[in-house]
């Protein structure tokens, strides 16, 4: 009991450094905001980036932003409210993954995004739901003009598969878009973007789906051979293991969200910060122990 107890504390203490690491880096997600901001509308120019990619990934980076400070409010405990925090990492993940992906391919990809957008919301207008017996149809009053119509109606076949489904924007596996990344920014932003979604990516999803495995999985039940926790103690050591792992992912996420953007805006010195935070990670007591 000596050492669940030891475990305890050590990974409590870990955990409060951990959330001051990632106020830090959403501190510094808005700075970037301020800087696109500025490049928006001329009143600064950053040394390299296209126009296209910065007006899509300004809002990209504002909502994995706004996640970082979410993530923040459901790990202030260590509670039950870290099971919501699974799927939250998952998509500050594969936001972040989207952004980097955008900056690595350039206009075109920031621009089949932002028609992909144009769809999406264009089909949200009139929507149907039909399953067994069940039909549900919902619709817009809103009309667009006949000359927006035929515009969109025109871009509807590159977001619809040849069976008449919603295609994404694109057809790229997490996997394959962290290859994509891999080719254009440093091989220390790969690291860290492969870090976090390994570490959480799987997992996360089962969370989303509601799996059994995933009901497993949150009281600690999956390992082989391991009982339920004993007491509170233990307990409260498997939440905090859990907040962990999602911290430790948002973390390594934005770490990878830094590098890559200050490497395609030429912009070094953003890495600074990030630079300092890791070292700040690698001192924490259940990080410096392992």
Not at 207 to 225: E, K, M, N
Request: glycine share 6%.
């Amino acid at each position: 009991m000596e050492s669940s107890n030891g475990d305890l504390t050590s990974m409590l203490e870990t955990v409060v450094g951990m959330r001051g690491i990632i106020f830090s880096q959403t501190r510094q997600i808005d700075y970037w905001l301020h800087l696109l901001a500025e490049q928006r509308d001329g009143e600064k120019s950053l040394a390299d980036g296209d126009p296209e990619v910065f007006r899509v990934i300004l809002t990209m980076i504002h909502m994995v932003g706004i996640s970082g400070h979410s993530m923040l409010k459901l790990t202030e405990e260590v509670d039950l409210g870290v099971r919501d925090a699974f799927p939250l990492a998952r998509g500050i993940i594969e936001g972040v993954i989207n952004i980097c992906l955008i900056m690595a391919e350039g206009p075109d990809s920031a621009a089949k995004a932002a028609r992909h957008a144009e769809v999406k919301a264009y089909r949200d207008l009139k929507r149907e739901w039909s399953v067994g017996n069940s039909t549900i149809s919902l619709s817009q009053t809103y009309q667009l003009p006949s000359t927006e119509i035929a515009r969109l109606d025109a871009m509807l076949p590159e977001f619809t598969t040849k069976k008449g489904r919603e295609r994404n924007w694109t057809d790229l596996t997490i996997a394959q878009r962290l290859d994509v990344v891999s080719k254009t920014f440093p091989n220390s932003a790969l690291v860290s973007l492969n870090a976090s979604t390994f570490n959480i990516y799987s997992h996360a999803s089962e969370f989303i789906h509601g799996s059994y495995f995933s009901a497993g999985y949150f009281w600690g039940l999956t390992l082989p051979g391991r009982g339920a926790p004993k007491d509170s103690n233990e307990f409260r050591l498997t939440l905090a293991n859990h907040q962990f792992s999602v911290l430790m992912s948002t973390i390594f996420a934005y770490a990878g969200l830094v590098e890559c953007f200050a490497s395609y805006v030429k912009f070094p010195e953003l890495l600074t910060r990030t630079n300092e935070n890791l070292d700040r990670l690698r001192k924490l007591p259940s990080v410096a122990g392992a």
